[in-house]
């Protein structure tokens, strides 16, 4: 089931000296890999419009703050739900990862893990997701598995559509509606905005992402939102970016927010200019940097929304 497990990879966007590639059994780190837990900037991504969610119904509910448990079942699920997310993509891309220079190295592309093994590792983590889900009011547990069929047919979406990141934008932003739906059992227009705002922000730094692909994927035939935009990546971030402002304003106003939560806003949308203005296209590895800088972004967001809701 596996072959050559025994070799220690450093993935080119990993986190150098990262716990999972010097702190464990070696025969353990190509899962680790799959899961991508030395690359914690996903989960942090994917966990980041559930906390915003929670803090949102907080403030509309007139809670002081977001319920802890619900944030701490986030955070696992998160980790869970975005490891077996890449476990699966890694099984469906394995070919064409092998024909790119950063993903080559990956466990299914080198042959470190081999497919069966890897489909038992997605259950394994999918478990523990549903484990978290189940903790949920009845409402929030069916919102979680309608997005099922989004993230099974994401893998795919690169070799079909000229911006695959919409796609993902719909998968990684599903916290916005989550965190909401955990906290009031039903949904309203300001998650659903919050939703919207949401998938701008991942297509806008998924683009930031892809510029490190760009001369592989044109060579491979993938399709990104990086290739579509072309020499005006900039500005298609830029959109991207600006629309993701708007929208979440937009759900701030409906949940009846108050002068934190926009001063949170006003600092998300300064670290988003300012990624705008410093992405090259032809510096991946600034790239890397900017891409992950969106969790200080999130944040930041996430604190003020938590401080309205404390100070009002």
């Known amino acids: 089931m596996t072959r050559g497990i025994g070799r220690d990879r450093t993935l080119p966007d990993a986190v150098r000296g990262h716990w999972a590639d010097r702190r464990t059994p070696r025969f353990i780190r190509p899962?680790?890999?799959?899961?991508?837990?030395?690359?914690?900037?996903?989960?942090?991504?994917?966990?980041?419009?559930?906390?915003?969610?929670?803090?949102?119904?907080a403030i509309a509910v007139d809670q002081p703050y977001p319920s802890p448990w619900h944030l701490a079942l986030f955070l696992v699920g998160a980790i869970a739900m975005r490891g077996a997310g890449s476990t699966y993509n890694d099984i469906v891309d394995r070919r064409l990862d092998a024909s790119v220079e950063r993903t080559r190295d990956?466990?299914?592309?080198?042959?470190?893990?081999?497919?069966?093994?890897?489909?038992?590792?997605?259950?394994?983590?999918?478990?523990?997701g549903l484990a978290v889900l189940l903790q949920f009011n009845p409402f929030a547990i069916a919102t979680g598995f309608a997005s099922v069929v989004i993230v099974l047919f994401?893998?795919?979406?690169?070799?079909?559509?000229?911006?695959?990141?919409?796609?993902?934008?719909?998968?990684?932003?599903?916290?916005?509606?989550?965190?909401?739906?955990?906290?009031?059992?039903?949904?309203?227009?300001?998650?659903?905005?919050?939703?919207?705002?949401?998938?701008?922000?991942?297509?806008?730094?998924?683009?930031?992402?892809?510029v490190q692909d760009l001369e592989d994927d044109e060579i491979a035939g993938i399709k990104s939102s990086a290739r579509?935009?072309?020499?005006?990546?900039?500005?298609?971030?830029?959109?991207?970016?600006?629309?993701?402002?708007?929208?979440?304003?937009?759900?701030l106003i409906l949940a009846d927010s108050g002068p934190l939560a926009f001063l949170g806003l006003l600092a998300f949308a300064v670290h988003l200019g300012w990624q705008v203005v410093s992405v090259h296209a032809g510096d991946p590895a600034g790239a890397l940097r900017l891409f992950r800088s969106n969790r200080e972004a999130g944040l930041l967001l996430f604190a003020g929304l938590v401080l309205d809701a404390l100070l009002r």
């Open 31 to 57: 899962y680790l890999r799959l899961a991508r837990l030395e690359r914690p900037i996903g989960w942090w991504l994917l966990l980041l419009p559930c906390w915003w969610s929670s803090a949102l119904a």
């Open 154 to 210: 994401y893998p795919f979406m690169k070799r079909v559509i000229w911006i695959p990141q919409i796609v993902l934008g719909l998968c990684f932003a599903w916290g916005a509606l989550m965190g909401w739906a955990a906290a009031v059992g039903s949904l309203a227009a300001a998650p659903v905005l919050l939703y919207a705002g949401s998938i701008a922000w991942v297509v806008g730094y998924d683009t930031i992402y892809a």
């Open 228 to 251: 579509f935009f072309g020499e005006h990546v900039r500005t298609g971030i830029a959109v991207c970016y600006t629309l993701a402002f708007l929208l979440i304003g937009a759900a």
């Open 106 to 128: 990956r466990p299914l592309a080198s042959g470190e893990v081999g497919v069966p093994a890897a489909f038992a590792f997605v259950l394994l983590q999918c478990a523990v």
